[in-house]
């Protein structure tokens, strides 16, 4: 990961967010994909420029879209984007959705983005590099106990019935105020600041979550499956994100 490779991955988020911000809260076409799951003409507008942008500056890397799928498949450098991870927010009008942006090297994120365009808030993580919040140093904070956690998911019917039981198990562990629903990236986001405990997902797919990797690991927490492996390009989306990694074994045995 290089300087230009940051460059680059700062001008994709301002790219995107030119892109996203004037259709936001306004008129803009829609439509189910085949996974019944919602894309907006603000999807597509953003993923277009970013890509536009990647095939000009490094033609030789490997691209891995939401929208418009994969190009250069076998290349060793992949970007990895969700131009809107959150739809369902961004069609709600809530600014709680966000850009992804990520760049792996033989699978292994070493470069992520969390942008959110209409509030201005961006995090910056890269491998061996301390994660940045609009600019300054984001920390996640330590947690003693899991009991004390906040937890966050963006939505339990996402998991299966097994999944779901397992993250009730969790939720259990934690008072019922300290349940956050909804959010998507922007949670991890949250974790990287040191506002969220623990994110528990499932069913996510590498652009969902390649970009949180560098993001939340820079800024001290960790991520991993549910088996409390790293993640990587074969991962088998299911996601713990952890403000403090000393809490994964607590964590894992809550979930059974």
Not at 34 to 44: G, L, M, N, Y
Not at 157 to 167: G, I, K, P, R, W
Request: charge should be negative; proline fraction near 5%; aromatic fraction near 8%.
């Amino acid at each position: 990961m290089t300087d230009k490779d940051l460059a680059l991955a700062l001008a994709l988020a301002d790219a995107a967010g030119a892109a996203i911000r004037p259709l936001f809260r306004g008129e803009w076409s829609h439509e189910r994909k085949s996974d019944r799951s919602f894309v907006t003409e603000a999807d597509r507008a953003a993923e277009a420029a970013m890509r536009k942008l990647i095939e000009n500056a490094f033609p030789a890397d490997g691209i891995i879209g939401e929208e418009y799928g994969t190009r250069n498949e076998g290349a060793g450098r992949q970007w990895v984007l969700d131009p809107i991870d959150g739809t369902t927010s961004f069609i709600a009008g809530r600014p709680i959705f966000g850009t992804l942006i990520a760049l792996l090297q033989d699978g292994w994120p070493v470069l992520g983005i969390i942008d959110q365009p209409v509030a201005g808030e961006r995090w910056v993580g890269a491998i061996g590099q301390p994660t940045v919040f609009n600019g300054k140093p984001a920390t996640a904070r330590p947690l003693k106990e899991l009991s004390d956690a906040v937890l966050a998911t963006t939505s339990p019917h996402l998991f299966t019935n097994e999944e779901a039981d397992a993250f009730m198990s969790v939720a259990k562990t934690v008072a019922e105020k300290k349940i956050v629903f909804g959010g998507d990236c922007y949670n991890y986001g949250l974790v990287a600041s040191g506002h969220i405990d623990v994110v528990i997902e499932a069913g996510l797919k590498l652009y969902d979550y390649a970009a949180l990797v560098p993001v939340v690991e820079g800024a001290g927490g960790m991520m991993s499956d549910w088996q409390g492996n790293p993640l990587d390009a074969g991962s088998d989306g299911t996601v713990i994100a952890l403000g403090d990694p000393a809490r994964l074994e607590d964590v894992l045995e809550a979930m059974g």
